[in-house]
């Protein structure tokens, strides 16, 4: 035991060097300095748009109407709409190319892999303004849409990866029980892996999140097109910067309210499993089974 706990404390140290007292203070003073250098940027920021009039109220009074306030709810509320059909959209997409991908017929193989590969190269952008001119589909579905293909092929990728990242002895001893390839992907392979897939799948799905705000390029009336007819189209000295400064807070809130459930996910996950851990407790070595005699 002492041999052992020898060892692990070599290996530890060797690992990482615990910081000196010269280095603990060259440490706090790089601290220090970072902090002064990004406090005197806030300030000079402040500085700079208190200097052109951005607080002023002749261009925050529009926030006050009723009108105004109902045209960004109804933007944030479009916003939403669009990023629920696309991330749920992308989920199944990215899934079912995914599973082609892994498939062991080479067409079916072969044409997934077309698929994820040109969409993925695709600009996202470039894909919603075909979708919405050359097809002539309406705001909505052409945004959806463009999402979708982009977000699926990415996240199929990221499905497929972390399917084969399984330890292969989980998928040979399902094999072993007699299993088919569907049921050790689903009940085998594709549970272990959504834990570690889970961080990638939502910093994807901020990224459909963000460029959600690509559809005021269509016309789709969203968060960031009613933004732009604030700033734009209204007498007010063009509120430009105060719009930004209410619509940003409300887009980086948004993403990370999913990283805040992305990690809840996680740690719940992590409690389950100690759960089941402790549930499915090894028998005591030096315990006596009943033999058929016994009660």
């Not at 002749?58 to 926030?63: D, L, T």
């Not at 979708?148 to 989980?170: I, W």
Request: overall charge positive; aromatic content about 10%; some cysteine.
């Amino acid at each position: 035991m002492t041999a052992l706990g020898l060892h692990g404390d070599t290996r530890s140290t060797a690992l990482y060097d615990h910081p000196g007292p010269r280095t603990r203070r060259r440490h706090l003073l790089y601290g220090v300095l970072s902090t002064v250098v990004l406090l005197a940027l806030a300030a000079w920021i402040l500085y700079l748009l208190f200097d052109t009039g951005q607080f002023t109220e002749a261009k925050w009074s529009p926030f006050t109407y009723e009108g105004i306030q109902e045209l960004l709810l109804r933007g944030l509320g479009n916003t939403l709409k669009a990023f629920a059909y696309a991330s749920v959209l992308s989920l199944l997409l990215g899934a079912v190319l995914a599973a082609g991908r892994l498939s062991v017929h080479r067409p079916l193989r072969w044409l997934s892999t077309v698929c994820v590969e040109f969409f993925r190269a695709m600009p996202v952008l470039v894909m919603i303004f075909f979708i919405f001119v050359a097809l002539k589909v309406q705001p909505l579905p052409a945004l959806v849409a463009g999402l979708t293909l982009y977000n699926g092929s990415v996240l199929a990728e990221v499905f497929r990866t972390g399917v084969n990242a399984v330890d292969r002895g989980q998928r040979e001893a399902a094999y072993a029980l007699g299993m088919r390839k569907t049921q050790v992907t689903t009940y085998v392979l594709a549970p272990q892996a959504v834990r570690a897939m889970l961080p990638a799948i939502i910093s994807q799905l901020v990224v459909a999140l963000k460029d959600t705000s690509l559809g005021f390029l269509i016309t789709y009336e969203e968060f960031l097109h009613a933004g732009k007819l604030i700033a734009s189209n209204l007498d007010y000295d063009l509120p430009f910067i105060p719009v930004v400064l209410v619509i940003s807070p409300v887009y980086i809130g948004m993403c990370m309210l999913l990283s805040w459930f992305a990690t809840w996910v996680a740690k719940r996950e992590r409690r389950s499993l100690k759960t089941r851990a402790v549930k499915v407790a090894p028998a005591d070595p030096g315990a006596v089974l009943p033999g058929p005699g016994q009660g």
